[in-house]
């Protein structure tokens, strides 16, 4: 459905004078169809320049060369401390270091597990005492004895008679 | 960015091989954690000579008593540690090999397994096995066999562990 012109060109007032608010929505919608379906209609906005926001009509300095300074000098010191040494060799160190700690700890691993076990000293030679035999297992034909001591520390040797000599007793 | 990601790969493999190495230690230890050390000694007794090792003077007496033989020398020597219910292997002498599981500790006393076996014809045959009890830190002897079918020397075992 096509717009009157002359309700077309109050539309048009509005939009040129910028106050588009004061537009409803179907009123958008339909002036946009008009505009779309008419080119030389838009040619009437084609030179309006919207006018300026009163609210803008302050507009702020700009700052000076010693503001700038001022600015840049707080960015600088508020920035880390740069490496002295070059970026190169600062990551080549960092890169090594992970790599030294895992050979140094495989190092001392396989050191750990190759070095032979201390024992500690002092295996003196004394019998036990009251030896408690629980049980004796002789393959062949040989024989076994236990022979406890006279006296009552319970000590005890058990002796293996191999079978030609336990022959020979016999 | 790289800084956090080197220090966390620092930290986990530090942990990683402290966890290796924990583990690692622990073969050879049962699951409680109990290990023994263990001796054992490979004695020659003979009648050929009077000769007697200084580490053997304290039972010289004991042995010469109880059996035939004069001299008492002491061929070898091996500790080591195992877990308990975890078997020690160690060679004697001449293709003598004795085997020595730990089984139960309980205050001075410790409980032993030990079987000996001599090299024949490739195999290791079983000569004799025996579980015991005894005082911890003190030894058990068990013996007789011939060493050398030429000569009347024979081998005494002893067997410790704490």
Same mark, same amino acid.
Not at chain 1, 12 to 26: K, N, S, Y
Not at chain 2, 115 to 136: N, S, Y
């Given at each position: 459905?096509?717009?009157?012109?002359?309700?077309?060109?109050?539309?048009?007032?509005?939009?040129?004078?910028?106050?588009?608010?004061?537009?409803?929505?179907?009123?958008?919608?339909?002036?946009?169809?008009?505009?779309?379906?008419?080119?030389?209609?838009?040619?009437?906005?084609?030179?309006?320049?919207?006018?300026?926001?009163?609210?803008?009509?302050? &507009?702020?300095?700009?700052?000076?060369? $010693?503001?700038?300074?001022?600015?840049?000098?707080?960015?600088?010191?508020?920035?880390?401390?740069?490496?002295?040494?070059?970026?190169?060799?600062?990551?080549? &160190?960092?890169?090594?270091?992970?790599? /030294?700690? /895992?050979?140094?700890?495989?190092?001392?691993?396989?050191?750990?597990?190759?070095?032979?076990?201390?024992?500690?000293?002092?295996?003196?030679?004394?019998?036990?005492?009251?030896?408690?035999?629980?049980?004796?297992? &002789?393959?062949?034909?040989?024989?076994?004895?236990?022979?406890?001591?006279?006296?009552?520390?319970?000590?005890?040797? &058990?002796?293996?008679?191999?079978?030609?000599? $336990?022959?020979?007793?016999? | 960015?790289?800084?956090?990601?080197?220090?966390?790969?620092?930290?986990?493999?530090? %942990?990683?091989?402290?966890?290796?190495? %924990?583990?690692?230690?622990?073969?050879?230890?049962?699951?409680?954690? @109990?290990?023994?050390?263990?001796?054992?000694?490979?004695?020659?007794?003979? =009648?050929?000579?009077?000769?007697?090792?200084?580490?053997?003077?304290?039972?010289?007496?004991?042995?010469?008593?109880?059996?035939?033989?004069?001299?008492?020398?002491?061929?070898?020597?091996?500790?080591?540690?195992?877990?308990?219910? =975890?078997?020690?292997?160690?060679?004697?002498?001449?293709?003598?090999?004795?085997?020595? *599981?730990?089984?139960?500790?309980?205050?001075?006393?410790?409980?032993? =397994?030990?079987?000996?076996? =001599?090299?024949?014809?490739?195999?290791?045959?079983?000569?004799?096995?025996? *579980?015991?009890?005894?005082?911890?830190?003190?030894? @058990?002897?068990?013996?007789?066999?011939?060493?050398?079918?030429?000569?009347?020397? %024979?081998?005494? %075992?002893?067997?410790?562990?704490?």
């Amino acid at each position: 459905m096509t717009m009157p012109d002359d309700k077309f060109d109050e539309l048009l007032d509005h939009v040129a004078a910028g106050r588009l608010d004061d537009l409803t929505p179907e009123q958008v919608t339909s002036l946009d169809t008009h505009l779309n379906a008419a080119a030389s209609s838009s040619e009437r906005l084609a030179d309006v320049v919207p006018e300026a926001d009163s609210r803008l009509s302050v &507009i702020a300095p700009t700052p000076t060369d $010693a503001e700038w300074d001022g600015v840049w000098q707080r960015i600088d010191s508020a920035a880390p401390a740069r490496e002295s040494a070059p970026r190169v060799i600062g990551r080549t &160190i960092r890169f090594w270091q992970p790599l /030294a700690a /895992a050979a140094a700890c495989l190092l001392l691993l396989i050191v750990w597990r190759l070095s032979p076990v201390q024992v500690p000293p002092g295996w003196e030679m004394r019998l036990s005492d009251h030896v408690v035999v629980h049980e004796i297992e &002789i393959f062949g034909d040989d024989c076994v004895f236990v022979a406890y001591s006279d006296n009552e520390s319970g000590s005890a040797v &058990i002796w293996v008679f191999e079978a030609e000599e $336990a022959r020979e007793g016999a | 960015m790289c800084a956090a990601i080197h220090d966390r790969f620092l930290r986990i493999f530090a %942990v990683a091989v402290c966890v290796l190495l %924990v583990h690692a230690r622990a073969d050879g230890e049962d699951k409680k954690g @109990q290990s023994y050390d263990i001796s054992v000694w490979a004695i020659r007794a003979t =009648k050929s000579n009077t000769q007697v090792s200084p580490e053997l003077k304290p039972i010289a007496q004991e042995l010469k008593k109880r059996f035939k033989y004069t001299g008492f020398k002491l061929e070898r020597k091996k500790s080591g540690r195992a877990g308990e219910g =975890k078997t020690l292997s160690t060679d004697l002498i001449a293709g003598f090999k004795a085997k020595v *599981t730990p089984l139960e500790r309980k205050g001075s006393r410790v409980k032993l =397994k030990i079987e000996v076996t =001599k090299r024949e014809g490739g195999k290791d045959k079983r000569l004799a096995g025996t *579980t015991f009890t005894i005082t911890r830190g003190r030894f @058990q002897l068990l013996g007789g066999w011939r060493i050398d079918p030429k000569s009347e020397d %024979v081998l005494i %075992v002893a067997v410790s562990a704490r």
